[in-house]
């Protein structure tokens, strides 16, 4: 195993509540982690425990097997992405990159061969000479990667490594990062509040919420099994309902949803409907009004059609259709439709979700 | 860098109505006028009053001279000292959170608001002969009043935090994160302030050295309470200008003044030009 993080707690100084509380996982050993989160939800903490940016409360960090919550950042062997580049300015490019093959004393000739290298593999071979402040934001942070994979680290932990840039340059670096982790294959932990980019890079993800992993596990699992409310809200862009137990279903109004085991009738429940779980027919004759749903606003993005229904409970619940879909069933606004729940998460009980 | 982005200026179709902005330019230019630029050439003409011989006269006797060479050792002491201090104070207190930092970040700003004729009298209490440590000096036949040490001790206090407080203010809004990259590519706390902390500060540390050095030359107050104005020995540059005065030796006070108001704006075109540099960066 590779990063084992046991009850890792932490909290600030002039913070009343935990920024980490009792945190545990196991980051595989060439794989992609994403801890996951809204922020505020202690997952920079962990990675900075991790890098030794801070000290912990209490609880381990074993990297390859070694205890390291005492050893020194610039010994725990890791490379260490920010937000923010922390790209040094007063260097070019090839020092900056050369910055952690000095500071490990690497001879000179080697250190030149390894900086050519990781120039070619961020493919910024020319921009060598350039000062930090003369690159693009996607450049400086392709750069930030190569000066952070130089020394070989044996962990690379990246802090919202694409936060700062724009949305087509997030998309082209986070598939290079693909790209690169497929050829060096180091161990990666990634900070993210974007689930897009958790569910699409990782292995792995660590969902945290309030200092808390509330869940981890595979991305699919995440998604099609989520543990809480939470995570059924915060992964899938769900719109919440309240409804009840009627006949061992969950049910919104006259709307029928998953079967609940175990549940009396009338019971609570908190249904959690993902655009893409309702499917919409049109209502055939004898349909009664009640079980049908007003179409309140369309919204074309692009490929695809967001659909926001007015339910009989005067619940709102969006929608996402393809735009074949969508022509098929050829909806206009005030049109009303029958929609059917049955692909939706639900949770018993009546707690409003955090 | 500080001064990196570009100075933003309203649009004129945002601007205020001529009237408004003559008025207020009036003000700027006749207040600049009639306090900087009239005083500044009236050091100039009073000083060439007499034609350029007297002047330069007055700039080569004796007594002058002991006066610059007094002025630039003291700040040769007392400059190094305070930009040490001032990179530890800094490093300290940008980049550190601890009990009592708030109560250390307002003792660094201590000496700048208190009255230098205070600070002057503060070392007279502490160093003079029925004070805290009179009686133990001049049993050890150490003479810190009325003599250079004094100097030194209240130049050092008045620019105390000069250098410190430019620094803080440039290591907070920099943020430690190129230091933390730094740690987590396996430098050394010395590696990380000799290669990281120092070359990002070079420009700003120059202007805290800069501003640091003319305050230092310039001092009159406090240097004047623990000078006791031995000529040739305990007078600086400052405190030389006003002997003159008083002794209505008008062409020689100004021809020393003139001096310090060329020290003042060499100080304020280098500090101009390391601005500029470290803008380009």
């Given at each position: 195993?590779?990063?084992?993080?046991?009850?890792?707690?932490?909290?600030?100084?002039?913070?009343?509540?935990?920024?980490?509380?009792?945190?545990?996982?196991?980051?595989?050993?060439?794989?992609?982690?994403?801890?996951?989160?809204?922020?505020?939800?202690?997952?920079?903490?962990?990675?900075?425990?991790?890098?030794?940016?801070?000290?912990?409360?209490?609880?381990?960090?074993?990297?390859?097997?070694?205890?390291?919550?005492?050893?020194?950042?610039?010994?725990?062997?890791?490379?260490?992405?920010?937000?923010?580049?922390?790209?040094?300015?007063?260097?070019?490019?090839?020092?900056?990159?050369?910055?952690?093959?000095?500071?490990?004393?690497?001879?000179?000739?080697?250190?030149?061969?390894?900086?050519?290298?990781?120039?070619?593999?961020?493919?910024?071979?020319?921009?060598?000479?350039?000062?930090?402040?003369?690159?693009?934001?996607?450049?400086?942070?392709?750069?930030?990667?190569?000066?952070?994979?130089?020394?070989?680290?044996?962990?690379?932990?990246?802090?919202?490594?694409?936060?700062?840039?724009?949305?087509?340059?997030?998309?082209?670096?986070?598939?290079?990062?693909?790209?690169?982790?497929?050829?060096?294959?180091?161990?990666?932990?990634?900070?993210?509040?974007?689930?897009?980019?958790?569910?699409?890079?990782?292995?792995?993800?660590?969902?945290?919420?309030?200092?808390?992993?509330?869940?981890?596990?595979?991305?699919?699992?995440?998604?099609?099994?989520?543990?809480?409310?939470?995570?059924?809200?915060?992964?899938?862009?769900?719109?919440?309902?309240?409804g009840q137990v009627q006949g061992g279903r969950a049910s919104v109004g006259s709307a029928v949803g998953p079967v609940v085991a175990g549940a009396a009738d009338g019971t609570s429940v908190?249904v959690?409907?993902?655009?893409?779980?309702?499917?919409?027919?049109?209502?055939?004759?004898?349909?009664a009004?009640v079980s049908?749903?007003?179409?309140?606003?369309?919204?074309?993005?692009?490929?695809?059609?967001?659909?926001?229904?007015?339910?009989?409970?005067?619940?709102?619940?969006?929608?996402?259709?393809?735009?074949?879909?969508?022509?098929?069933?050829?909806?206009?606004?005030?049109?009303?439709?029958?929609?059917d729940l049955g692909?939706?998460?639900f949770?018993v009980?009546?707690?409003?979700?955090? | 860098?500080?001064?990196?982005?570009?100075?933003?200026?309203?649009?004129?179709?945002?601007?205020?109505?001529?009237?408004?902005?003559?008025?207020?330019?009036?003000?700027?230019?006749?207040?600049?006028?009639?306090?900087?630029?009239?005083?500044?050439?009236?050091?100039?003409?009073?000083?060439?009053?007499?034609?350029?011989?007297?002047?330069?006269?007055?700039?080569?006797?004796?007594?002058?001279?002991?006066?610059?060479?007094?002025?630039?050792?003291?700040?040769?002491?007392?400059?190094?000292?305070?930009?040490?201090?001032?990179?530890?104070?800094?490093?300290?207190?940008?980049?550190?959170?601890?009990?009592?930092?708030?109560?250390?970040?307002?003792?660094?700003?201590?000496?700048?608001?208190?009255?230098?004729?205070?600070?002057?009298?503060?070392?007279?209490?502490?160093?003079?002969?029925?004070?805290?440590?009179?009686?133990?000096?001049?049993?050890?036949?150490?003479?810190?009043?009325?003599?250079?040490?004094?100097?030194?001790?209240?130049?050092?206090?008045?620019?105390?935090?000069?250098?410190?407080?430019?620094?803080?203010?440039?290591?907070?809004?920099?943020?430690?994160?190129?230091?933390?990259?730094?740690?987590?590519?396996?430098?050394?706390?010395?590696?990380?302030?000799?290669?990281?902390?120092?070359?990002?500060?070079?420009?700003?540390?120059?202007?805290?050295?800069?501003?640091?050095?003319?305050?230092?030359?310039?001092?009159?107050?406090?240097?004047?309470?623990?000078?006791?104005?031995?000529?040739?020995?305990?007078?600086?540059?400052?405190?030389?200008?006003?002997?003159?005065?008083?002794?209505?030796?008008?062409?020689?006070?100004?021809?020393?003044?003139?001096?310090?108001?060329?020290?003042?704006?060499?100080?304020?075109?280098?500090?101009?030009?390391?601005?500029?540099?470290?803008?380009?960066?």
């Open positions: 195993m590779s990063v084992a993080v046991h009850a890792l707690s932490k909290r600030f100084v002039h913070s009343s509540t935990p920024a980490v509380n009792e945190a545990s996982f196991v980051a595989e050993t060439g794989a992609i982690t994403a801890l996951l989160g809204p922020s505020g939800s202690g997952k920079t903490t962990v990675l900075r425990l991790i890098a030794g940016l801070e000290e912990p409360d209490s609880g381990s960090i074993h990297i390859h097997g070694e205890a390291s919550e005492k050893t020194p950042a610039r010994h725990r062997g890791i490379g260490f992405v920010f937000q923010s580049y922390a790209l040094f300015g007063h260097m070019t490019v090839r020092d900056n990159i050369a910055f952690g093959l000095k500071a490990h004393r690497w001879p000179r000739a080697q250190i030149d061969a390894r900086v050519s290298e990781l120039l070619s593999l961020i493919q910024l071979a020319e921009l060598g000479g350039r000062m930090p402040s003369q690159l693009s934001g996607g450049q400086r942070q392709r750069v930030a990667f190569a000066r952070a994979l130089a020394p070989r680290p044996r962990v690379l932990l990246l802090d919202e490594p694409f936060g700062a840039l724009d949305a087509r340059v997030r998309l082209e670096l986070r598939q290079w990062l693909q790209m690169l982790h497929e050829k060096t294959h180091v161990t990666t932990i990634l900070v993210t509040h974007d689930q897009e980019e958790a569910l699409e890079l990782s292995d792995q993800i660590v969902l945290m919420q309030d200092g808390r992993v509330v869940q981890k596990g595979a991305p699919q699992t995440l998604y099609d099994a989520p543990a809480t409310p939470f995570v059924a809200s915060f992964i899938g862009n769900a719109s919440v309902l309240r908190q959690y409907v993902r655009p893409s779980d309702v499917r919409l027919c049109r209502p055939g004759s004898d349909a009004p049908l749903a007003t179409v309140r606003s369309l919204t074309r993005l692009g490929g695809v059609i967001k659909v926001d229904l007015h339910l009989p409970t005067q619940d709102i619940v969006t929608v996402q259709l393809s735009r074949g879909e969508a022509e098929a069933l050829q909806l206009a606004q005030g049109d009303r439709v029958h929609f692909d939706a998460k949770f009980g009546d707690e409003p979700t955090a | 860098m500080t001064g990196a982005s570009p100075v933003h200026r309203l649009a004129p179709i945002a601007r205020e109505p001529l009237a408004v902005r003559l008025l207020l330019t009036a003000v700027a230019v006749a207040f600049i006028s009639l306090f900087v630029l009239l005083p500044l050439i009236m050091v100039f003409t009073c000083a060439l009053a007499d034609g350029a011989g007297p002047y330069w006269a007055a700039l080569q006797s004796p007594e002058t001279w002991s006066a610059i060479k007094l002025t630039l050792r003291v700040a040769a002491v007392v400059v190094p000292l305070n930009t040490l201090f001032g990179i530890a104070a800094a490093w300290l207190v940008a980049r550190y959170d601890f009990v009592g930092r708030s109560v250390l970040v307002t003792l660094i700003d201590l000496p700048f608001s208190v009255s230098p004729v205070i600070a002057g009298l503060l070392f007279v209490l502490l160093f003079g002969k029925s004070g805290l440590l009179g009686s133990w000096l001049s049993a050890h036949q150490i003479q810190i009043l009325f003599a250079v040490p004094g100097l030194m001790v209240a130049t050092a206090f008045v620019t105390f935090a000069m250098v410190a407080r430019e620094l803080i203010s440039v290591m907070e809004a920099q943020g430690p994160s190129e230091e933390e990259a730094a740690l987590t590519l396996g430098a050394s706390g010395w590696q990380v302030l000799r290669h990281v902390t120092l070359p990002k500060l070079r420009w700003s540390l120059l202007t805290g050295v800069i501003l640091c050095n003319a305050r230092a030359m310039g001092e009159f107050g406090a240097v004047s309470v623990v000078s006791g104005h031995i000529r040739g020995m305990t007078n600086t540059l400052p405190l030389h200008v006003e002997i003159l005065f008083n002794e209505y030796n008008f062409v020689g006070a100004f021809a020393v003044a003139t001096l310090l108001a060329l020290l003042g704006l060499v100080t304020l075109l280098v500090k101009r030009l390391v601005h500029a540099s470290g803008s380009r960066e």
